[in-house]
């Protein structure tokens, strides 16, 4: 089957065709880095507008480029949530309106779903189930991945996700936006030792993370003015990097038959990261898979193949499908920690 994938849950909008085996007919994406950079972050309403202007066009030109009508396609998935809700509801009406001119079936799909099996879409041979990372710009969670919309969650974060984490350093540091790749480009030029920071929940038995202290202690050190920039970016990568790795390293004990390790979400762009979980598997008998890194943040392909992943499962979604800005994957450890953790 060929499914059109459509994103459009923070500040990219994306469209991708993608097969059910795994080939990529084409995906396109346009970014809103230059709209948000005035004001450091992204603006959910200037973002809604962006995605208006260039959801249809984004799909006309995949098709154009995969040499597709829209009758080809055989279904239709849209990010449904969770994310800022005007680019939510305008991906999923674009979404809703495509299939029903086609009379083709929708998928609504979860946008952390999407992140979740991505890897599946890069790498053929990674089964059921594994231990997911989840780490972006919203999330910093660890799943065990059991099948197409089966997740427990094992832990998540108290406070900020890690991918905001390394937004508000580089805002901090006035590294520029977006922060991932600008504190990475940093910290290259710069001692990771030389700033002593701390390691927050690292050794606790719960497998939680929490990044908000990292953050304030950045901010000490900045206003100390006796670090490089470069040494303190390093010194906070260091930091989240041995906060992810001794995190993860509890989860894998609880991670009940999982074979393989693996990374998702704009932070798995990371080397650094990368480079520590795929020690941290092989140390653990584990297989270490990451996506390529425009695999990792955030694509319209991703959301095509969960989209395929669904629809080989027989599930679709009627044209009453709400968009949400909430949308847990594993609803169960939401209602028992409470709203938050
Ligand atoms: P969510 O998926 O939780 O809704 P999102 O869609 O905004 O959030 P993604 O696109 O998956 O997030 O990831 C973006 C985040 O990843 C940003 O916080 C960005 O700083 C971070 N990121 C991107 N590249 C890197 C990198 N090389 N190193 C560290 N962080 C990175
Ligand atoms: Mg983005
Ligand atoms: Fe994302």
Known sequence: AIILGIESSCDETAAALVGSDRRILAHRLAGQEAAHRPFGGVVPELAARAHVEMATPLVEAALADAGLKLSDVDAIAATAGPGLIGGVMVGLMTGKALAHAAGKPLIAVNHLEGH???PRL??????FPYLLLLA???????????GVGDYSRLA???DDAAGEAFDKTAKLLGLGFPGGPAVEAAAREGDPKAVKLPRPLVGTAEPHFSFAGLKSAVLRARDAGIHKPADIAA????AVVDCLIDRTRRAIERADGATALVVAGGVAANEA???ALSRLAADNGLRFVAPPLWL???NGAMI?????????????DGMETPARARWPLDPNAEKARGAGV
């Open 296 to 298: 990792c943040t955030d």
């Open 235 to 238: 010194s906070f990568q260091q």
């Open 136 to 146: 972006s710009g919203g999330h910093c969670q660890l799943l065990l991945v059991r």
């Open 122 to 127: 890069a790498d053929p041979d990674l089964q």
């Open 304 to 316: 095509a193949w969960a989209g395929a992943e669904r629809f080989a499962a027989g599930l679709t």
């Open 273 to 275: 990261v990368r480079r």
């Open 156 to 158: 998540t974060t108290i």
């Open 116 to 118: 979740a099996l991505s």
